[in-house]
């Protein structure tokens, strides 16, 4: 079982920066690659970014691609999300979520993650 709790959310203006965490818990949570998604009004869930079982692999969606850097911690357990020169666009709920025990490898697709955080609010205004 794996718990998540994202957190860093807030309302920020344009050309702003914010980092979210997510701090996982759960003995087997190294094992598994974990992943950024977010969700806007009206809008279906979207892959942001993902990042392998061991930190050396990363992919991120195009539209944020250059501004956002995912990162994790293995060692407290933590996946983060670097976000710089945030754009009304991005504003959206964002959520953490962690791939089945030892699925390493990064995935886009969220039905391929197990778990998921009740999300964090990120609101960019312009």
């Known amino acids: 079982q794996v718990q998540l709790v994202e957190s860093g959310g807030g309302l920020v203006q344009a050309g702003d920066s914010l980092r979210l965490s997510c701090a996982a818990s759960?003995?087997?949570?190294?094992?598994?690659?974990l992943g950024w998604f977010r969700q806007a009004p009206g809008k279906e869930r979207e892959f942001v970014a993902t990042i392998s079982s061991s930190g050396l692999s990363t992919y991120y969606a195009g539209s944020v691609k250059g501004r956002f850097t995912i990162s994790r911690d293995n060692a407290k357990n933590t996946v983060y999300l670097q976000m710089n020169n945030l754009k009304s666009e991005d504003t959206a709920v964002y959520y953490c979520a962690a791939r089945p025990l030892e699925r390493a490898q990064t995935s886009t697709r969220a039905d391929q993650y197990d778990y998921w955080g009740q999300g964090t609010q990120v609101t960019v205004s312009s």
């Open positions: 759960g003995r087997t949570v190294s094992t598994r690659a």
